[in-house]
């Protein structure tokens, strides 16, 4: 990868993390830890439980499996890193490991929001055209969504990626995040930054708004179709097998809204520290909760799994 200042490469970046203050590092390094653990053994579980019940051998809980593989192999891109930094006295990350995180980071990140788009999808025709169901839903193509899926998101994360290494970078290198994201970086390039802040902005665009916009429509359907649902009680069994993923779209969405979709000069570090880590971090952590606590399903799945584990 071509880089006008080599000193970048050679040097690499500081992670400044969440707070500067030395007396906070330790209560974060804990609070933060505990939330991963807590993360990594809800994910496993839901994929656990769902493997082990045949029960949940259908698309919606096909798509949640890989959602939670993916929320593990996201929060894990991430937070190991912001851990050692947040106990070391250097914070630093090489120049290669900044891009690399990156590309993870934005591949992860993006298979997410395609696999929520696809659970939405499942939810439609679930609701709105239920004799055609195990049609659409076939097994083959329920693969082909998630390989579509996990294609469009890594081939952004690498185009990401090659734009910013063509970045240089002559000033400061400290980097006001506890990752390598996008609009951090940015701000610390000496280059030219105005042509780049179009292509992903437009990009982004595509990539991250097309997902959002099936899911939104799937929903506009769903709604019309309920509302034409005569008694309340049919109403609210429909749109109960909804309410889980709604809650995890609202959480993840509106976080990821905020920071990216707003020019880098209104880029704020304290709020987009916090929007940041709601995506990041409490939205993988809280979705084993969202799906178990609202689903008997899926408290019926890990119900079989302990007895199975005790047994």
């Known amino acids: 990868?071509?880089?006008?200042?080599?000193?970048?490469?050679?040097?690499?970046?500081?992670?400044?993390?969440?707070?500067?203050?030395?007396?906070?590092?330790?209560?974060?390094?804990?609070?933060?830890?505990?939330?991963y653990l807590v993360t990594l053994v809800g994910n496993m579980l839901i994929i656990l439980a769902i493997c082990s019940d045949s029960r949940l051998h259908t698309p919606m809980y096909f798509f949640l499996s890989n959602l939670s593989f993916m929320d593990i192999c996201f929060t894990t891109v991430i937070v190991p890193k912001m851990?050692?930094?947040?106990l070391s006295e250097t914070k630093g990350i090489s120049y290669v490991g900044c891009l690399v995180q990156m590309y993870f980071?934005?591949?992860?990140?993006?298979?997410?929001?395609?696999?929520?788009?696809?659970?939405?999808?499942?939810r439609l025709v679930a609701i709105c055209n239920p004799l055609h169901y195990d049609v659409a839903m076939r097994p083959h193509r329920c693969l082909l969504m998630l390989l579509g899926s996990c294609t469009i998101s890594h081939l952004h994360a690498l185009f990401r990626v090659l734009l910013m290494s063509r970045l240089s970078f002559c000033a400061s290198h400290v980097i006001k995040h506890f990752f390598c994201d996008t609009q951090p970086v940015l701000k610390l390039s000496c280059s030219d930054t105005s042509s780049s802040q179009i292509v992903v902005m437009t990009e982004t665009l595509a990539v991250i708004?097309?997902?959002?916009?099936?899911?939104?429509?799937?929903?506009?359907?769903?709604?019309?179709?309920?509302?034409?649902?005569?008694?309340?009680?049919?109403?609210?069994?429909?749109?109960?097998?909804?309410?889980?993923?709604?809650?995890?779209?609202i959480l993840f969405y509106g976080s990821v809204i905020y920071v990216y979709f707003r020019p880098l000069s209104m880029y704020s570090v304290v709020k987009d520290r916090i929007a940041t880590v709601m995506y990041t971090v409490v939205t993988p952590m809280l979705n084993p909760f969202i799906y178990s606590l609202r689903n008997k399903d899926m408290k019926r799945g890990l119900r079989k799994l302990k007895d199975r584990i005790h047994s």
């Open 83 to 86: 851990l050692e930094n947040s």
């Open 209 to 249: 708004v097309t997902p959002f916009l099936c899911i939104l429509f799937s929903y506009l359907r769903i709604i019309v179709t309920v509302l034409r649902i005569p008694s309340a009680a049919g109403k609210w069994k429909a749109f109960s097998t909804c309410g889980s993923h709604l809650t995890v779209v």
């Open 105 to 122: 980071f934005m591949a992860f990140g993006n298979t997410d929001s395609y696999l929520l788009a696809s659970m939405a999808i499942d």
């Open 1 to 35: 990868m071509e880089l006008k200042n080599q000193s970048s490469s050679t040097s690499g970046f500081i992670l400044l993390g969440l707070s500067s203050n030395p007396h906070l590092q330790k209560p974060l390094f804990a609070i933060f830890l505990t939330m």
